[in-house]
């Protein structure tokens, strides 16, 4: 049995579909609410360091934790570090001691790029580069690896650990659903002279990468790094979208300065770094440890995640 966290969200509904096609059991860990096979999947409302895990293991062999409280664009916590602490960290190490307790034999675990770094310069990121997390978003991560390490020489469960770009996909929400809307309403976009190099990871590949980590024993004890090994610049990004909603691209040039100039007076300095800046990850670690490949290409991908969306158009 093979229990999912975050089983109703954006990866977790494909990856619960992915493993039970290749004929794993699967217990869904969902929201109250939410449609559970008796006896199988599991209601939990709140994911923290008092959740109790012990029904939702019984009879568990591995873990995904995907659940996660999330990114968001502007955060009103009052403390946003100890808001994501709570979940991110304190929820994950109750849920992986508990988990070691039972006798678990392998724990995966969802992190984000952001626990490494925001940006990239001279050359894509790698496993052995050091992490620096620059939001507390990124920080929670990274002390969430931090804690399942430690957690995991004390114990007989062997974590490996995902660091995720951005994840598209059919279903995709935030800043990438926003830009799919833009380019299928064929809205000029002023971005054509950012000159930048973004890596992504499309929903089928971080689900194969995932059910590859659960089958292989040599995934224990390491950290990935994941794309599509097909990083593309903002504009270009918008291009092909536009493209695949049947749209004629509309990216314009406008000067870098005064975008960044209006970024900064709408205290969205943030969201003009995400946007013209890069990020890009060597994902060859986990290709040549575990022979795992990226089966469908960004190509694909984007344009299974464009079709997705303009069929909601109606």
Not at 133 to 159: F, R, T, W
Not at 231 to 255: E, G, N, Q
Request: aromatic share 6%; proline share 5%.
């Amino acid at each position: 049995m093979i229990l999912v966290t975050g089983a109703s969200g954006f990866v977790g509904r494909s990856l619960c579909d992915r493993l039970s096609r290749e004929g794993l059991r699967v217990r869904k860990v969902l929201r109250p609410g939410y449609s559970l096979r008796p006896g199988i999947d599991i209601a939990i409302d709140d994911i923290g360091p008092s959740t109790d895990w012990s029904a939702a293991l019984e009879g568990v062999e591995a873990v995904v934790h995907l659940a996660a409280r999330v990114h968001v664009m502007r955060d009103q916590s009052a403390d946003p570090l100890a808001s994501f602490r709570q979940t991110n960290v304190l929820g994950t190490e109750r849920l992986a001691v508990a988990a070691a307790r039972a006798g678990v034999r392998r724990f995966v675990f969802a992190s984000s790029i952001k626990a490494m770094a925001e940006r990239t310069l001279a050359r894509p990121l790698t496993e052995s580069d050091e992490a620096r997390p620059e939001d507390a978003y990124g920080v929670s991560k990274l002390e969430a690896e931090q804690s399942l390490h430690k957690i995991a020489a004390n114990s007989n469960m062997p974590v490996t650990i995902l660091r995720l770009p951005l994840v598209y996909g059919p279903g995709v929400k935030g800043n990438f659903l926003s830009l799919l809307k833009l380019c299928a309403r064929g809205i000029p976009l002023p971005i054509a002279s950012i000159d930048n190099r973004r890596s992504l990871l499309g929903l089928d590949n971080l689900v194969s990468a995932v059910h590859r980590c659960l089958v292989d024993s040599r995934a224990g004890g390491n950290t990935y790094l994941l794309s599509d090994d097909d990083d593309i610049s903002t504009p270009d990004l918008a291009r092909r979208l536009s493209r695949f909603c049947d749209r004629r691209p509309r990216v314009i040039p406008f000067p870098l300065g005064i975008l960044e100039y209006g970024c900064r007076v709408l205290g969205r300095y943030g969201a003009y770094q995400r946007l013209t800046g890069s990020l890009q990850v060597d994902s060859r670690a986990i290709t040549a440890e575990l022979g795992w490949r990226q089966g469908v290409s960004l190509n694909d991908g984007l344009r299974k995640t464009a079709n997705w969306f303009m069929a909601r158009q109606g």
